[in-house]
């Protein structure tokens, strides 16, 4: 149980144009994820905190206007980078936490390749 | 502000060996959750041990054990008879009860010698 979908695991797309991402969590409802992004042999930076039906949370230093994020549903989360740029050209990551009595840690798609040319 | 410090960048271990990580983390809270992530090649990360912080008994995990020490905000990862499969990045985290979010250390990679 506690599985997280997230599609494409591969994209390349050219500056200018808008991507998204999508996070499914298939056999759980979540009410928060969270969107990372991870830069080659680094850390997971946290970028956001995806609310279903509320506007997301974003980190200091993260841009909300080229990082869209939308939480439509209770297990579905989207996260669109507007006007794409090279620099945006990293893996990024979702993930959900299974609601319930006990924190059991979150559940991580198994991520996206983001490449701009 | 939270923080979660790994001071090992890189380390090796010989096949069936025992190892340990080190993570130290900084906090004002009473209560929370600390995790051990591990993220192969593949990059998928996968969760490998938790600890709540209100308990005392270290966390273990078959192979992985953790050593829990709440005073000084340590929390260290044994992995005993290592496998070739646990060659990987790890990555210690904290997890706020407030808002429900994890902060990750830097990372460890761990290389296991044949």
């Known amino acids: 149980g506690a599985v997280v979908s997230q599609h494409p695991s591969r994209v390349i797309c050219k500056s200018g144009t808008s991507v998204k991402i999508e996070c499914r969590s298939l056999?759980?409802?979540?009410?928060?994820m969270f969107w990372y992004r991870q830069f080659p042999k680094k850390s997971l930076m946290l970028m956001a905190t995806?609310?279903?039906?509320?506007?997301?949370?974003?980190e200091q230093g993260v841009e909300k206007d080229k990082f869209l994020i939308n939480h439509a549903s209770l297990t579905l989360s989207t996260l669109t980078v507007t006007s794409a740029h090279p620099e945006d050209s990293s893996f990024y990551i979702c993930s959900a936490q299974r609601a319930g009595p006990v924190v059991v840690g979150y559940t991580f798609g198994s991520g996206t390749r983001l490449t701009v040319v | 502000a939270q923080t979660v410090t790994q001071s090992q960048p890189e380390m090796s271990v010989q096949e069936a060996e025992t190892v340990t990580l080190s993570c130290t983390y900084d906090?004002?809270?009473?209560?929370?959750?600390l995790f051990w992530y591990k993220q192969p090649p593949s990059r998928q990360m996968i969760l490998v041990i938790r600890?709540?912080?209100?308990?005392?008994q270290n966390a273990t995990e078959n192979r992985f054990s953790v050593n829990f020490q709440k005073a000084a905000k340590s929390f260290s990862l044994k992995i005993s008879d290592s496998q070739l499969g646990d060659a990987a990045m790890y990555f210690c985290a904290y997890r706020m009860n407030r808002d429900d979010k994890i902060i990750f250390g830097k990372g460890t990679r761990l290389h296991i010698l044949p």
């Open positions: 056999d759980f409802q979540a009410t928060t």
């Open positions: 600890q709540e912080a209100y308990k005392q």
């Open positions: 906090t004002s809270e009473s209560d929370y959750y």
């Open positions: 995806s609310n279903e039906g509320s506007k997301a949370t974003y």
